[in-house]
């Protein structure tokens, strides 16, 4: 029998947070560490606002609060500033938090970003702003797949700084942090008038992380490819056909 998911949204700030989990401490306990944990950045930026602004990697001291480590560390291997990984690594110190009093289902969305660990199946869709494509697409994330960081950089959705031209450039990883680093590494490469052309180099782009990540999808206008293990696709829409997608663009399942 599937346990009864309770869910709760939260903002802080600028930031809007979906919490799942089958505990209600288990959301209590995520909610605190956000709190802590923004508490601890934003104290960081304060004394070190080039944290905050640089768009390279960054490095950072020993003693650094451990969210501005990771963020450093999510985003040095894709060459973007740690502010990039700031929604993944928060969502990751939540889900850390919920397991840390026995949850069975820790799935926390930030942004766009998930980070989940789940002992059940579940669904999650793949938003594209202007794509034909948007919302019509789901991930069903297996038990087995977890612990699982998913991201989605954009140039056509939200507000974050984005020098690509991808709807979405949706990454998976172990961890949301590294997932949001890899996002908007990805989207950055993904340019040009040449739709196709442009979704199969940002293919080729996303080969060069290698383990780093399990595999992304990208989508632009009514294009969309894929490279890496990625969690089944899913119909959303009734009557779409999943498998005429790919627009013959380029597909493998190794990195």
């Known amino acids: 029998m599937k346990s009864r998911i309770l869910k709760e949204r939260r903002r802080f700030k600028e ?18 560490a956000i709190r802590v944990h923004r508490t601890e950045l934003e104290t960081y930026v304060a004394r070190r606002p080039e944290f905050h602004f640089t768009l390279n990697p960054i490095q950072v001291e ?7 480590k990771l963020m450093a560390q999510s985003t ?8 990039a990984a700031v929604a993944g690594v928060l969502a990751d110190f939540a889900v850390e938090a ?6 069975r289902v820790a799935v926390v969305e930030d942004g766009g970003e998930i980070s989940a660990v789940s002992d059940e199946a579940f669904t999650i869709a793949l938003y594209a702003g202007g794509s034909a494509l948007s919302n019509k697409l789901g991930f069903q994330i297996d038990p087995s797949e977890c612990p699982v960081g998913i991201a989605t950089s ?3 959705v939200s507000h974050a700084l984005s020098f690509g031209h991808a709807d979405a450039a949706t990454v998976f990883a172990d961890t949301a942090g ?4 890899a996002a908007t590494a990805i989207c950055n490469s ?5 739709v196709e052309a442009s979704v199969k180099s940002g293919l080729e782009y996303a080969r060069k992380f290698g383990s780093l990540i399990r595999g992304v999808v990208v989508m632009r ?35």
């Open 154 to 156: 954009s140039a056509t």
């Open 190 to 194: 993904i340019r040009g008038s040449d």
């Open 62 to 68: 020993d003693n650094a609060p451990r969210v501005v």
């Open 76 to 83: 040095c291997p894709f060459d973007v500033g740690p502010m």
């Open 178 to 181: 590294v997932a949001d680093g």
């Open 15 to 32: 930031s809007s947070i979906l919490f799942n989990s089958d505990k209600r401490s288990a959301i209590d306990a995520a909610i605190s």
């Open 98 to 103: 919920m397991l840390n009093v026995g949850a």
């Open 221 to 255: 206008e009514k294009y969309i490819g894929s490279v890496g293990k990625i969690p089944q696709l899913v119909n959303i829409e009734d009557g779409l056909d999943v498998g005429e997608l790919y627009q013959n663009l380029a597909f493998s399942e190794t990195l």
